[in-house]
């Protein structure tokens, strides 16, 4: 079963420093990785969606990298801002898992000003 | 709304009671999903939905049942069977399986 790790639980950075955050996964027959944002108490917002084929995906202030061979994703966001506080969730489908997307547990971030 | 609308967003419940959470979407998309969020924890895949009519259980279905009569409505029933209901639950869409997932604003429910 497709296991989803997100380190660290938790960070805290300055205001305008860059923000690296980690996914892991073990099957690396994916079919896509999705990142999202959720704010305390509401529901998921997307973020970015990587297609297996993909090695990144951008959207603003955005990156998104993807390594299947090794089981990783990354997501950059540059020069973080307070509003970009939030807990940050990556999911996985495996192509033998339809339909079954499979979480991690999040990053919480803190951005200070 | 991003396209899809869950109420209530707070609601209580007696033990042995059974409770129906709404999922509405107004996108004709052809995929639905509910999950379960729980604190400090990923999200659990109840039950998914590919097209009206049909439904697949997902990783926690036990004390949990859905339908799928129209397109735009996925409901979900807390059963009594339910060991631990209380949670935040979360309904989604995606234009078919595998596609880019999209939430609602969840229903926070909480068992007296």
């Known amino acids: 079963k497709q296991e989803v790790t997100q380190i660290p639980a938790a960070l805290s950075v300055p205001e305008g420093e860059n923000l690296v955050l980690n996914c892991s996964f073990t099957d690396s027959a994916i079919y896509n990785l999705q990142w999202f944002r959720q704010d305390p108490g509401k529901g998921l917002t997307s973020l970015l969606l990587?297609?297996?084929?993909?090695r990144e995906q951008t959207s603003g202030r955005l990156n998104a990298s993807l390594d299947k061979s090794s089981g990783r994703s990354t997501l950059y966001i540059a020069a973080s801002q307070p509003g970009d506080s939030a807990t940050y969730l990556c999911a996985v489908l495996t192509t033998d898992s339809w339909g079954k997307l499979q979480f991690g547990a999040g990053t919480q971030v803190v951005v200070t000003p | 709304d991003g396209g899809i609308t869950q109420s209530p967003k707070y609601l209580f419940r007696k033990e042995g009671q059974n409770v129906t959470l709404s999922c509405e979407q107004n996108?004709?998309?052809?995929?639905m999903y509910w999950y379960r969020q729980d604190p400090g924890q990923g999200l659990r895949l109840i039950y998914y939905?590919?097209?009206?009519?049909?439904?697949q259980k997902g990783d926690i279905a036990e004390g949990y049942s859905v339908s799928r009569e129209k397109k735009e409505s996925f409901p979900l029933t807390v059963t009594s069977a339910q060991k631990n209901p209380t949670a935040f639950y979360l309904c989604?869409?995606?234009?078919?399986?595998?596609?880019?997932?999209?939430f609602g604003e969840g229903s926070r429910l909480t068992v007296l």
């Open positions: 939905s590919q097209i009206v009519n049909d439904f």
């Open positions: 990587i297609q297996s084929s993909q």
């Open positions: 996108l004709n998309h052809d995929a």
């Open positions: 989604a869409r995606s234009m078919l399986v595998g596609g880019e997932l999209f």
